[in-house]
């Protein structure tokens, strides 16, 4: 028997035969890593097994190529944060979304996983978090190989005026680079490079820019669609009063 305990955020359940669910969790050693719950389905499962939570886990099976069960314990939930904050419910989907869709499974990514943690614990703090997230997505981008490099214009190799990305190679270009080719640009927006206004609206741009790159490289190879919370959460960002 194989086993092992660690703690993480829940990002995906489903139900499993009459009364178990299957569940995703995000660890910092051991990645997105599946599991059976027995009873999950019970009145007091269902309260923990929600997106977002954080709990502790004993995963058990006989070999480690099986999927194993899981005992759960919760550490902290955040569904109060989220009940009655439409733009923070969309906001935690489209973060459990993506990882449990986009993640390989048991491979472990510290640094997202710190990020991620970093993320859900904004939840609420509508001042703060939505760029936070718009940032998160960056770095899930770069985790995941297909960064978005701002360090340098892609044609001439400066660092001057840069205001597009290439929607081919993902680097900055700056006007003069880009010349004829800028109508198939993507918008480079300042908050993506931590400046200027981060309303609502600019995040909101940005976030058609990284998610460009979401659908068209990260999600090409899966064979899958964004979730639809990522675009709620959009529309949720231009409805804000900047």
Do not use: T
């Given at each position: 028997m194989i086993e092992w305990r660690d703690e993480g955020a829940l990002i995906a359940a489903r139900a499993h035969g009459e009364n178990a669910m299957i569940i995703d969790v995000f660890t910092p050693s051991r990645g997105r890593h599946s599991g059976v719950v027995r009873g999950g389905t019970s009145r007091k499962m269902v309260a923990t097994l929600q997106p977002g939570t954080q709990i502790s886990v004993t995963w058990k099976a006989r070999l480690e190529t099986h999927m194993g069960s899981f005992t759960v314990e919760p550490v902290r939930s955040r569904a109060a944060l989220v009940m009655n904050d439409r733009l923070a419910l969309n906001g935690l989907n489209a973060v459990c979304g993506l990882l449990a869709r986009t993640l390989p499974e048991r491979e472990p990514h510290p640094p997202l996983y710190d990020r991620t943690i970093a993320l859900l614990d904004l939840l609420g703090q509508n001042d703060v978090w939505p760029l936070a997230y718009l940032h998160w997505e960056m770095a899930l981008l770069d985790e995941l190989g297909f960064g978005i490099d701002l360090s340098a214009c892609a044609v001439r190799g400066t660092n001057e005026d840069l205001c597009y990305i290439s929607p081919k190679s993902g680097r900055a270009v700056s006007a003069q680079g880009a010349g004829e080719w800028a109508s198939r640009m993507l918008d480079l927006v300042p908050v993506m490079k931590g400046e200027g206004d981060a309303s609502g609206t600019e995040i909101a741009r940005a976030m058609k820019t990284t998610g460009y790159f979401i659908e068209n490289r990260l999600f090409a190879a899966?064979?899958?669609?964004?979730?639809?919370?990522?675009?709620?959460?959009?529309?949720?960002?231009?409805?804000?009063q900047d």
């Open positions: 899966h064979s899958g669609k964004a979730p639809a919370a990522r675009q709620r959460l959009i529309d949720a960002l231009q409805r804000l």
